[in-house]
């Protein structure tokens, strides 16, 4: 996250790092940092938006390798 911001992270930074990674799959937070970089949207705000979203939604993580990112999981 660091090397992708360009800038150290702070302290609530690095704790909600921790928060994401003790409630998602590691692959969730690669695919949320991607996201944030191909939109220039470079802030926590942004990325924990999506990984809600994402959660909300149901979206797989092999969806998200497939790159479907939007996409309700299919029952």
């Known amino acids: 996250y660091e090397r992708e911001f360009k800038r150290p992270l702070s302290a609530s930074e ?14 969730f937070l690669i695919h949320a940092l991607r996201e944030a970089l191909i939109y220039r949207k470079l802030s926590f705000a942004y990325i924990d938006r999506v990984l809600a979203q994402w959660v909300s939604d149901g979206v797989t993580l092999d969806q998200l390798n497939a790159g479907k990112r939007h996409e309700a999981q299919e029952n």
């Open 14 to 27: 690095i704790a909600k790092l921790n928060d994401w990674i003790m409630r998602v799959d590691y692959g």
